[in-house]
């Protein structure tokens, strides 16, 4: 039984991981009806961007991830909101093609880009020893310190994100661009602003998860379609602009495929996708779709 426990806990944890992946997928799929393909490689990019910016900072190696990603969280808003001021706000329209095709060869470039300068080989964020800490819970069961944070910092961005979008007025904004941009800009709102600060905030979220995912495993530049199917299949399986949703279904896919892993090693990643696919059948709008 109390494998079991343990199990359905590391699932969870572990799914607290891919809502991270899928929450900047969420926001701007949200906002501007774009399906940024290069997600999984903006990750991997805020890795690295942690990863380096970390060592030179000569600092205690526990505070130096954290330091560093303090640091990139403006520099990647900005680089959000450049990004879909003079490219992707260029691309956007009723054809989905143009934007699909950019952010494919974002992911080209990315991937490329860090192999030149890192190489092939996977790295780590060093942590201080916060990756191998762990909390006792009784019975003979204990969880990993950093996947609890992590999982806090998911449910805490979910729970942040669903109330910016509900009770403030940038919320209003986002939700009026995404629901009729005509009748918005008459009543004011310059979409290409809105939209640019979407992808903005999205690249805040995309910071974090690279930083903590950094710290929680090996990265690789070759890693960022892996992080964006997963990322993919917990958006789809919470339902597309459900922040709330997304966080469901990042935990849904981490207990089937831990829940696969012990039974077989081979079984947890194909259990996922399993999941993902009956979820398309039954309910392709997702579990907590989007109303108008």
């Known amino acids: 039984m109390a494998g079991w426990v343990s199990t359905l806990i590391q699932g969870v944890l572990l799914g607290g991981l891919y809502a991270l992946f899928a929450m900047g997928q969420s926001l701007i799929f949200g906002v501007l009806r774009l399906t940024n393909t290069a997600q999984g490689d903006f990750i991997i990019l805020g890795s690295f961007a942690v990863l380096s910016l970390a060592a030179r900072l000569g600092v205690p190696a526990l505070a130096a991830p954290w330091l560093a990603l303090v640091i990139l969280l403006p520099l990647a808003f900005a680089a959000g909101y450049g990004l879909q001021r003079l490219v992707l706000n260029r691309v956007l329209g009723r054809d989905p093609l143009p934007s699909l095709v950019v952010t494919f060869g974002l992911g080209i470039v990315i991937q490329n880009l860090l192999q030149e300068i890192y190489s092939a080989d996977p790295r780590f964020i060093e942590s201080g020893g916060l990756n191998d800490a762990s909390l006792a819970l009784g019975g003979g069961l204990a969880v990993g310190t950093l996947p609890l944070l992590i999982f806090g910092v998911a449910v805490a961005i979910a729970a942040a994100l669903h109330g910016l979008f509900t009770h403030t007025a940038i919320g209003r904004a986002f939700r009026a661009v995404s629901d009729d941009r005509e009748v918005a800009e008459l009543m004011g709102l310059d979409h290409r ?10 690249f805040l979220l995309v910071a974090v998860a690279g930083g903590l995912h950094g710290m929680k495993t090996t990265v690789a530049p070759s890693d960022g379609p892996a992080l964006l199917l997963y990322g993919f299949e917990a958006v789809i399986i919470g339902g597309m602009g459900s922040f709330l949703g997304t966080l469901l279904g990042g935990i849904i896919l981490g ?14 990643v194909w259990l996922g996708h399993m999941v993902f696919l009956a979820m398309l059948l039954l309910r392709p709008a997702g579990l907590f779709p989007k109303t108008r």
């Open 255 to 268: 207990v089937t495929q831990v829940i696969g892993f012990r039974f077989d090693p081979g079984w947890g």
């Open 193 to 202: 602003h809105v939209y640019a600060l979407a992808t903005g905030l999205a």
